[in-house]
């Protein structure tokens, strides 16, 4: 379609091409002026009404059925054109019963309700269409039927109002043979949807607008379908959309009369006259059309179990089908995700008010009764009437005296103008016998007032909702039990640790459940070593949640006995197979030493980790012996050492960070390392890139915990090391030693506190050891560490030394003066060790 050429619809089928929207040269009769259209079109009059109220758009279709030119509509007021009287024909006028359509009503137009003149004059947020008489000047100022569609426009254009019109008498084509001639036609509106070629009507609908960008003319069709599709009722059960053709349209439903009208005769039943004089038909319409916007409206809420989302889509469906203005409110337990006390609610609950859509100028509500505001509302308002009884409240107008009623809850607000004089409706959101809230719909007073069938279909509508709501509850309190317990069970790790940074990500699954059982974990060693693990427990749920925990305590109070890895893991394997054969597991365990410079890993089936060097950034899978998964049994367990350097980084994380459907693990794991080798600000930045790298395909079923640690090492300057012979007299080198030791580290506000220290450990150690020469060792890094070394494989025991004990109070002074002290077993006998916090320079 050339979008530079106006067209009010395209040239009828097998006439020769005409102007640009005229009736085509094939047409045996002009189309207006009362005279019948042109079998294959009806012309459709375009306007469109800018912000002020005047005409920016004059379709040819417009200067036919109005008689003004286009040159002198344009910039006028659209109310001196158009149609506004809301005339009705005269009564001997037999060409059409008038219909007035609306969301709502498709009975036969009474003479109530707003003309186009309402809609030109305040902007409704809802269509209009109807039916108007109009002496047209060039016409010998004959008296024209026209019926209209009006659509309220939004956005960021001038357009503020788009007009349809067509000549009534267009589309009478009497046909003396036709026992089913139309004898109503009515303006209306319908869902888009309702129509089995709906994506083709929304493809040519554009062709009926006026002459505008791809965008603009997109934008109006948008909202013109949003708000209900133009269509021509020929009964109450008959509706031909307006369309560039609908004349076409109208021949074809005529045709499908008629082929009823023969199958009756050659039936030999009577034939029915289709109209819409009959009341239960009109009654059955209404049902219908109600059931029509009921199930539209569960199509659109519940597309997620987000609660937020959720409550939009319910505040969305309604305006401006519905009502006018649309407040939902919560109970505080609901919005929290919490349960809630069984019961009817009182007049201390609160409640919030958690979404707020109405067709009202931007802005209007939004300081009055802004969305998160929380409060309780009296024993004498409808909404607590609806709280407690679980059952709609209808206001057929709110009075100035329940206007002021209803205004006095809102300090320092006056809410008046905004309530006043319109139409209420208060519907129960519930579920399972529950009230969780309530919505207040409220329609301008020049609608149509809320009616006992409204209440009828906002109640539908709300138990519908609450359900949807209620599923978003229970959704939304699962998911924070589940997160709950998941941060209860993974560890909070520090970022510094002896000779190294870490840093952790966590991420639930998204599509098996928030709750695995992937772990990661530190444990802080002898030595200044640092023990890195992580690990996974085959599939997902509370029970493999539970499973994590037990193994995570178990690796921390194995690795805290300073096992080596391989029979760190060998015990675990064993612990899995005491509490069942129910679940497996992969797990990756390695030993950071910063002063050797080395790693120590073994593994039990889990992915490899990835080294990425220092020295030039290149990173690597490690080639370690794979090993069965934990709870296989009776399969052994290899360990390696690795030599790393100051800088390099450590990675290890679980496979739902590397698997993707349908693809080779060997992509993911390629992935991994080229993300792990790009350089980062921060460790927090690095498993950031990384995140983002392999987790580009969304819908990721299976959670996923990443360990990131920078060795850093402890440079040879910041250790000292010694060894005493087992000789009480050793004990006064070891002060003297140390003593020195901290003045050339510029530490001299430590050394009471350690030579004090050193001595009651030196002494039990040379007190306690049998063959072996004690060693000493102090480490500067982060803190001060001091280890004690010995050949006996003894613990020693804090006790309670009493006045007349003589021993006993060595560990009394350690655990007095140092942060932390601990004692551990070694392969050669015991290790003891304190820290201290270094002074502040």
């Not at 792990?676 to 790298?693: G, L, N, Q, V």
């Amino acid at each position: 379609m050339d979008r530079g050429t106006e067209r009010d619809g395209p040239p009828s089928r097998g006439a020769a091409d005409g102007a640009p929207g005229e009736a085509g040269q094939g047409s045996s009769r002009p189309a207006g002026g009362g005279e019948p259209a042109d079998a294959g079109r009806v012309p459709l009059a375009v306007v469109v009404v800018d912000r002020e109220g005047l005409v920016s758009h004059w379709s040819t279709g417009a200067r036919r059925l109005f008689g003004v030119g286009k040159e002198e509509a344009i910039g006028r007021p659209a109310i001196d054109l158009l149609p506004v009287s809301g005339a009705l024909p005269e009564p001997d006028d037999d060409l059409l019963d008038g219909g007035y359509g609306g969301y709502e009503d498709y009975a036969a137009y009474d003479g109530l309700g707003p003309g186009l003149d309402s809609s030109l004059d305040r902007g409704f947020g809802y269509p209009a269409a109807g039916r108007a008489r109009l002496t047209v000047p060039d016409r010998d100022r004959a008296r024209v039927d026209v019926l209209w569609w009006a659509y309220p426009l939004v956005g960021p254009g001038t357009e503020r109002l788009l007009v349809l019109a067509a000549d009534a008498a267009a589309l009478r084509q009497d046909d003396p043979a036709d026992p089913l001639a139309v004898e109503r036609v009515a303006p209306a509106f319908a869902l888009h949807t309702d129509f089995p070629g709906a994506p083709e009507l929304a493809r040519r609908l554009p062709e009926i607008l006026p002459s505008m960008s791809v965008g603009e003319s997109a934008r109006i069709v948008a909202q013109v379908l949003e708000l209900g599709y133009p269509v021509l009722e020929f009964s109450q059960n008959d509706r031909v959309p307006v369309t560039p053709d609908w004349g076409v349209a109208l021949r074809v439903e005529r045709r499908a009369r008629r082929e009823r009208a023969a199958r009756a005769v050659a039936e030999g039943a009577p034939i029915a006259r289709e109209s819409d004089d009959d009341g239960e038909d009109l009654e059955y319409v209404a049902v219908r059309e109600r059931l029509e916007f009921l199930n539209e409206v569960s199509g659109r809420i519940g597309t997620s179990l987000d609660l937020s989302r959720t409550i939009v889509e319910v505040s969305k469906a309604v305006v401006p089908r519905f009502t006018d203005v649309a407040g939902t409110y919560l109970r505080e337990q609901v919005v929290a995700g919490e349960g809630f006390p069984d019961g009817v609610p009182d007049t201390t609950t609160m409640w919030h008010r958690v979404a707020l859509e109405h067709t009202d100028e931007p802005g209007r509500w939004d300081d009055v009764v802004p969305v998160g505001e929380a409060m309780p509302f009296p024993a004498h308002t409808p909404f607590f009437q609806c709280m407690t009884t679980g059952q709609p409240v209808l206001v057929p107008r709110i009075s100035e005296q329940m206007g002021h009623a209803i205004a006095s809850q809102f300090d320092k607000r006056d809410i008046r103008p905004l309530i006043t004089g319109r139409s209420m409706l208060v519907v129960p959101l519930k579920a399972r016998d529950v009230v969780l809230g309530f919505m207040i719909l409220l329609r301008h007073p020049e609608r149509a007032l809320f009616n006992d069938m409204d209440r009828v279909t906002g109640a539908e509508l709300a138990a519908r909702a609450g359900l949807v709501l209620d599923n978003a509850r229970m959704y939304t309190y699962q998911e924070s039990v589940a997160e709950t317990l998941q941060d209860s069970m993974l560890p909070h790790i520090p970022p510094r640790m002896a000779g190294c940074d870490i840093a952790t990500r966590y991420l639930p699954g998204t599509l098996l459940g928030r709750v695995g059982g992937d772990w990661f974990d530190s444990v802080k060693l002898p030595g200044s070593r640092t023990a890195l693990v992580v690990g996974d427990v085959m599939g997902h749920g509370l029970n493999s949640a539970a499973m994590m925990g037990q193994l995570r305590t178990a690796v921390q109070t194995m690795a805290a006995l300073d096992l080596p890895p391989a029979q760190l893991l060998r015990n675990l394997d064993d612990l899995a197979q005491r509490l069942g054969d129910t679940y497996l597991a992969t797990c990756l365990y390695a030993v950071y030493d910063p002063i050797e410079g080395e790693l120590h890993l073994a593994n039990a089936g889990h992915i490899p980790p990835v080294l990425v060097r220092a020295a030039d950034g290149r990173s690597e899978l490690l080639e370690l012996p794979t090993g069965a998964p934990i709870g296989v049994g009776g399969v052994p367990f290899e360990a390696v050492r690795v030599r790393v350097e100051p800088g390099d980084r450590l990675v290890m994380c679980t496979d739902g960070l590397v698997e993707v459907r349908g693809e080779d693990i060997g992509v993911g794991l390629a992935t991994l390392c080229e993300s792990a080798a790009h350089p980062a600000a921060s460790m927090d930045a690095a498993c950031d890139t990384i995140i983002r790298a392999l987790n580009t395909c969304g819908g990721r079923k299976d959670d996923v915990a990443l360990l990131l640690a920078r060795l850093g090492g402890i440079a040879p300057q910041d250790v000292a090391e010694w060894r005493f012979p087992l000789d009480p007299s050793e004990v006064g080198r070891a002060r003297a030693v140390v003593r020195e030791q901290l003045h050339d580290w510029g530490l001299p506000k430590l050394v009471e506190a350690v030579e004090l220290m050193v001595s009651e450990l030196v002494t039990n150690a040379v007190r306690h050891s049998r063959r072996s020469p004690v060693a000493l060792r102090l480490v500067r890094g982060d803190t001060l560490l001091c280890e004690v070394e010995d050949d006996d494989h003894d613990l020693p025991t804090l006790l309670s030394a009493g006045p007349g004990d003589e021993s006993g109070r060595g560990l009394r002074v350690v655990s007095t003066l140092a942060r932390e002290w601990g004692a551990s077993r070694t392969g050669a006998g015991k290790s003891v060790w304190f820290e201290l916090t270094l002074p502040r320079r």
